[in-house]
């Protein structure tokens, strides 16, 4: 009966045996699946290491040879470079810096040096270092306050700028003086030629009256072209009356309304800005606005029309001169404005020149417009003084 009994508790240990060896075999194959998963993982993480460690190689090298060329470039550069730490100490300088002060500059502070060796000069970010003249300019390097200061050498550059100014002054001179002389000797020969035949025994006294006047006339023509040449060298300085637009018009239109007369050219006023106050020289504004009219009259025919209009524009007096005449052909507008230029025989030229002169004076300018045979208009703008009150 015992062995009955037995048979079955064997047969049960070798049953639960054999499970645990099946959940051993199933385990250990789980591990060697996991292992193999993980090995192959370890290669592909092992290959993509070795990859970005080929490309962060590669990249290094990339950057030492860019390094190196950049060092190669700045110890070539003809241009100073000077590196400031937050502190404004030199921390780096290229030979081109080092050659310019003619010292070691790394570790020296920089106000100190440029108070030492640098000379403001009337260009700004240009300064005198001793014989050379030197261009800085300062950049930000970093958000810790380093900065860099490059230096260019522009001694060569501002001897040429002044020979080129000197040379251009010169030009100037002589196309002035011989402007000047073509206006002087008409005139002149003019006046010599009258005074000539006055010397004549058998002149009869209204004959030598006639040319006695017309000599005269002439001669006056060249005084007056004198002082305005003066007038135009010397430029005209800003005084400090207070004047209302109401007398600046009365005082122009009373010093041309007889020319007008004698030309039969009508002249028509409107104004919007009569008790409006400019504050300057009333005889150069007034002077400025006569010779807009005069250049308005010589446009006009006998039967013409000239109108004046100002008003207030934008904080500025607009006095308006327009004339009925031809116009003015565009190439000839941009010319207008310089001096001795004249598109008319008895012209000086310079009565547009010294009128923009007085308008830049006190502030103001003149804007001319024009289409061809529809008339012309100069617009002399000139700031208004809103302190002053016209009584």
Not at 128 to 149: M, T
Not at 209 to 218: H, P, S, W
Not at 290 to 308: D, K, P
Request: glycine share 8%.
């Amino acid at each position: 009966m015992s062995e009955v009994t037995q048979m079955p508790g064997s047969e049960r240990q070798a049953q639960d045996l054999q499970r645990a060896f099946d959940v051993f075999n199933q385990v250990s194959l789980a591990l060697t699946e996991s292992y193999q998963g993980l090995q192959g993982r370890v290669e592909s993480l092992t290959t993509e290491l070795a990859v970005a460690n080929g490309e962060l190689r590669r990249q290094y090298e990339a950057k030492e040879a860019l390094s190196e060329r950049l060092s190669l470039l700045l110890n070539a550069l003809p241009a100073g470079v000077v590196v400031l730490d937050s502190a404004a100490v030199v921390s780096e300088a290229n030979p081109a810096a080092r050659r310019m002060f003619g010292q070691s500059l790394v570790g020296e502070p920089w106000p100190n040096l440029a108070q030492a060796r640098l000379v403001a000069t009337e260009a700004p970010d240009e300064w005198q270092l001793e014989a050379r003249r030197l261009s800085i300019v300062e950049s930000p390097l970093d958000s810790a306050g380093g900065r860099i200061l490059l230096m260019h050498d522009v001694t060569a550059a501002h001897s040429l700028k002044t020979e080129l100014e000197r040379n251009q002054r010169l030009v100037a001179m002589g196309e002035m003086a011989a402007s000047l002389a073509h206006q002087l000797r008409t005139p002149l020969a003019t006046a010599l030629l009258y005074s000539a035949n006055l010397g004549q025994p058998e002149l009869a006294d209204a004959a030598r009256i006639r040319f006695a006047g017309k000599a005269i006339a002439q001669l006056r023509r060249l005084e007056r072209l004198i002082q305005e040449v003066l007038l135009f060298a010397r430029g005209e300085r800003l005084g400090r009356d207070a004047v209302a637009v109401r007398l600046l018009l009365a005082d122009a239109l009373q010093a041309v309304e007889p020319l007008f007369a004698e030309r039969r050219v009508g002249l028509r006023v409107i104004s919007e800005a009569d008790n409006r106050i400019i504050t300057g020289s009333r005889k150069a504004l007034a002077g400025a606005l006569v010779n807009l009219l005069e250049n308005a009259l010589q446009a006009c025919t006998a039967g013409g029309l000239v109108s004046v209009a100002a008003r207030v524009v934008d904080g500025q007096v607009h006095i308006g001169v327009r004339d009925s005449g031809s116009g003015i052909a565009p190439e000839i507008q941009a010319r207008v404005f310089e001096p001795f230029f004249t598109t008319r025989g008895q012209g000086t030229g310079l009565g547009l020149a010294i009128a923009l002169g007085v308008a830049r004076a006190h502030g103001g300018t003149i804007k001319v417009s024009s289409v061809p045979h529809s008339g012309s208009e100069f617009v002399i703008m000139l700031p208004v003084d809103a302190t002053a009150v016209d009584h």
